[in-house]
């Protein structure tokens, strides 16, 4: 047996289906005769909710997928280095993406059947950052194989943005006589200052319109799901009258077979008073005949 393509096929199930699907395979070993394979199914663990809907998201978007361990190995490197603006950048993505992602888990979830609640939503993302932090993990949820929730990230706190700050400019070495301050000085600290201040608006610009266009698609999508819900609200009250039409047909039916079993009782008697009616005629013709022979025996000299 192929343990590896048992193990891709169970995790891609519901976790409440997953235990019964799970024991079926492990005794269809245990028939061949699969000592290695039984022993290897029945160790798979069923995963929890939230770890389940973030194994769907890896195995059904594996471009988001792909982006987002990018962006996991950037993160590592840029705390690694200390690359102040890198790291900027980096968590950055980090923030908008650990959001859309979740909802996106949220979303595959309850298309796949089983919906999300709002504790399970904070558990993917506490999921999503922890891949962003460990290999382990990253590398797990890589293959759909999550099991359980991870422990909050500890490698690397999930730093805002506006928290991080800018590279340090390197130290510029001592002049060897004292010299006076320079009016300029001030005046390129405050240009470095203000070009800081220009990049953090561009990226604030860049995240409110990528939050702009989730709030659109997410308009979209409920005007879809009113669309649907008025649509089935027709179709709920055309198959609601026509129940009502086959209920009174039922009834009338009913009656129909209530009078009619009436009618064949009826007839059931009346043959059977006919059926008496003729034995006693035959009974009496008989008698009649027996009379007749009788009366020509006597007559004859």
């Given at each position: 047996?192929?343990?590896?393509?048992?193990?891709?096929?169970?995790?891609?199930?519901?976790?409440?289906?997953?235990?019964?699907?799970r024991?079926?395979?492990?005794?269809?070993?245990?028939?061949?005769?699969?000592?290695?394979?039984?022993?290897?199914?029945?160790?798979?663990?069923?995963?929890?909710?939230?770890?389940?809907?973030?194994?769907?998201?890896?195995?059904?978007?594996?471009?988001?997928?792909?982006?987002?361990?990018?962006?996991?190995?950037?993160?590592?490197?840029?705390?690694?280095?200390?690359?102040?603006?890198?790291?900027?950048?980096?968590?950055?993505?980090q923030?908008?993406?650990?959001?859309?992602?979740?909802?996106?888990s949220?979303?595959?979830?309850?298309?796949?059947?089983?919906?999300?609640?709002?504790?399970?939503?904070?558990?993917?993302?506490?999921?999503?950052?922890?891949?962003?932090?460990?290999?382990?993990?990253?590398?797990?949820?890589?293959?759909?194989?999550?099991?359980?929730?991870?422990?909050?990230?500890?490698?690397?706190?999930?730093?805002?943005?506006?928290?991080?700050?800018?590279?340090?400019?390197p130290?510029?070495?001592?002049?060897?006589?004292?010299?006076?301050?320079?009016?300029?000085?001030?005046?390129?600290?405050?240009?470095?200052?203000?070009?800081?201040?220009?990049?953090?608006l561009?990226?604030?610009?860049?995240?409110?319109?990528?939050?702009?266009?989730?709030?659109?698609?997410?308009?979209?999508?409920?005007?879809?799901?009113?669309?649907?819900?008025?649509?089935?609200?027709?179709?709920?009250?055309?198959?609601?009258?026509?129940v009502?039409?086959?209920?009174?047909?039922?009834?009338?039916?009913?009656?129909?077979?209530?009078?009619?079993?009436?009618?064949?009782?009826?007839?059931?008697?009346?043959?059977?008073?006919?059926?008496?009616?003729?034995?006693?005629?035959?009974?009496?013709?008989?008698?009649?005949?027996?009379?007749?022979?009788?009366?020509?025996?006597?007559?004859?000299?």
């Amino acid at each position: 047996m192929d343990v590896e393509e048992i193990a891709d096929e169970l995790y891609g199930l519901k976790p409440g289906e997953f235990t019964a699907a799970r024991d079926t395979y492990v005794a269809q070993a245990r028939r061949t005769k699969d000592a290695a394979a039984a022993k290897a199914i029945a160790a798979l663990r069923r995963p929890a909710l939230a770890a389940w809907a973030a194994n769907q998201l890896a195995r059904q978007q594996p471009d988001e997928t792909a982006r987002f361990l990018e962006l996991g190995e950037t993160l590592r490197e840029t705390h690694r280095t200390l690359d102040g603006e890198r790291l900027r950048a980096a968590a950055r993505q980090q923030h908008q993406l650990v959001g859309a992602l979740a909802r996106t888990s949220g979303v595959l979830a309850a298309e796949a059947g089983q919906p999300v609640s709002d504790t399970v939503l904070h558990e993917i993302e506490q999921t999503l950052h922890a891949v962003l932090a460990r290999t382990d993990v990253a590398e797990q949820w890589s293959r759909g194989r999550l099991v359980k929730v991870p422990e909050a990230a500890v490698d690397f706190a999930a730093i805002a943005p506006d928290e991080v700050p800018a590279r340090p400019a390197p130290a510029k070495p001592a002049p060897a006589k004292p010299a006076p301050v320079k009016p300029a000085a001030p005046k390129k600290e405050r240009a470095g200052a203000r070009e800081r201040r220009l990049r953090d608006l561009e990226w604030a610009r860049t995240a409110a319109e990528e939050a702009e266009a989730e709030v659109g698609r997410c308009e979209r999508a409920l005007g879809e799901a009113r669309d649907a819900l008025e649509a089935a609200g027709g179709q709920a009250e055309e198959e609601a009258g026509r129940v009502r039409r086959l209920e009174h047909e039922l009834q009338e039916a009913r009656k129909a077979k209530s009078a009619t079993e009436a009618i064949t009782a009826e007839a059931g008697t009346a043959v059977k008073t006919a059926e008496r009616a003729v034995r006693e005629a035959r009974k009496a013709a008989e008698q009649a005949t027996r009379a007749v022979q009788r009366l020509e025996d006597q007559a004859e000299p």
